[in-house]
């Protein structure tokens, strides 16, 4: 049986049939990630066809730096990522619906637009700061702090997702986080937001 470098090989010198092979091989684990972060067999089914399409055209930029099946939890995650916030994006609320929860109905508030500009500026270069610093951080830290502090997934969760150990993702977390508080511990505009706020 060929190796999932030998298909990708196959496919990038025309043979297609390769990458059908390579697509029946991880199809299952496609679906199953996807499921994963949508929780929901239809949006499932759609954006892992998406990805198979993404496979397709991007298969030349697999570099070898990571296990291939590695890299397509990545695209996977990535797509699941995007379809989230498109679909949050999308969503439409009026201002006279009150909101379903678990103990009842809440009145839905408008939100307060009493801040003040210079509040809003400082919190939007905040944003900026950290987007920066982020970054700054490699390919594989990044995506693996961004797991844990914005998805909120566990340390066994991301290390099933991208086939690690446990120990191995506690220990990349760690060195994001050094990583990024060093970085911001040299921004000027950092130093001066924590002294006004420890004031």
Known sequence: MPSDIELIEQFSNGDHDAFELLIVRYEAKIYSTCYYFLKNKEDAEDVAQE?????????????????????????????????????????????????????????????????????????????????????????????????????????????????????TVKSRIYRARQDLKAYLSQSEHMQEYLRQNNN
């Open 51 to 167: 990805v198979i399409i993404k496979l397709y055209r991007k298969l030349h930029t697999y570099r070898k730096e990571a296990a291939f099946s590695t890299w397509l939890n990545y695209i996977s995650a990535n797509a699941c990522r995007d379809y989230l916030r498109k679909k949050k994006r999308n969503q439409v609320y009026y201002l006279d619906e009150d909101i379903q929860t678990k103990d009842g109905h809440l009145n839905r508030e408008i939100a307060s637009e009493d801040r003040l500009p210079d509040e809003v500026t400082e919190q939007k270069e905040l944003q900026d700061l950290l987007q920066v610093a982020l970054f700054t951080l490699s390919d594989e830290h990044r995506q693996i702090l961004l797991m844990r502090e914005y998805q909120t997934l566990s340390y066994e969760e991301i290390a099933e997702i991208l086939e690690l150990s446990i120990g």
